[in-house]
Structures are given as structure tokens and as C-alpha cells.
């Protein structure tokens, strides 16, 4: 199979599609803390957004948006679920963090949940490494932090 990949804003149709995806999936997952999880999840101000596409269909979604003024933060991962286990997830990252090299950030920085697996897979197999819970993940059980040199 062959991909492609788009670099756009959070203005995207596509990329405001498969959050919607994502936001449902999401809340199965999260149940009662899907309200607090979801106050960050905010799509309006993110400049910065990867689409892999297969064709004319985006099917994944990723996006960083400024932590630090030397991190990216990484938000809204997403692949739709019949195009998972190819690849795709990891090469998004990458994309993402090749756009913030660009940029010149040092690192990325990003929060998952630790009821995902493959989320926190993906993550250790990308060179991220567990962070003490940062901003307002600070406290909350369910929140694991990573960062990554990049």
C-alpha cells in the first residue's frame, strides 16, 4: 500500500472528521473522565496537523501544537481501526516530529492513557520515554507523560 501525507491546520474538513472518530472512541475508553480528558482536547488553535491519506481518504490524524518554547506537544493520534497494524501510526510520528525538527523544537512531549495499550506501545517503540505527569495531568491515575530528544 501506498500512502501519502499532508501537512495542514486544524481547519482541515479530513482532520475534523477523523477527531470525531477519535472523540468517540475515546470516550468509550475514558467512560466517567471523558469530560476532563476532553476540555484539552480543543482542535481550534493547532497549526500544525499530519493526515495520512490512501488516495482520497484520510484515515489517520496526528498534530503537535507549542508546549515549551523548546517542545511540541503531540495531540490527537488517531488511525481509523482497519488501517491499524501497518505501520501507519509510526510513520505519522515521525512526520510529526520531523515537521517540529523543522521548527527547531528539542523534544515532543505528549500524555496518553494508561488503558492504551497500543497507544503506550507506540510510543516506546518511537524512543519515547515515561516523564514524571506534567501540566494538568499532574495527579490523574489514568495519565502516563512521554518526551522524546528529537
Known sequence: MTFSIKRTT???????????????ELSKINGDEDAFYAQ?????KINHVVLVYDGDNAFACGAIKEFLP????????YTQPNFRGKGVASMLLQALEKWAKEMNYKKCVLET???????LALYRKNGYEVTPNY????GIANSICFEKTI
Not at 486544524?10 to 468517540?24: A, G, M, Y
Not at 484539552?40 to 481550534?44: G, S, V
Not at 501540566?135 to 499532574?138: A, N, P, R, T, V
Open 113 to 119: 492513557s494508561k488503558r492504551q495499550p497500543d497507544a
Open 70 to 77: 523548546e517542545a511540541m506537544e503531540v495531540k490527537r493520534m
Open 10 to 24: 486544524s481547519n482541515n474538513p479530513d482532520f475534523i472528521k477523523l477527531v470525531k472518530q477519535l472523540d468517540t
Open 135 to 138: 501540566g494538568q495531568y499532574i
Open 40 to 44: 484539552f482536547n480543543k482542535i481550534d
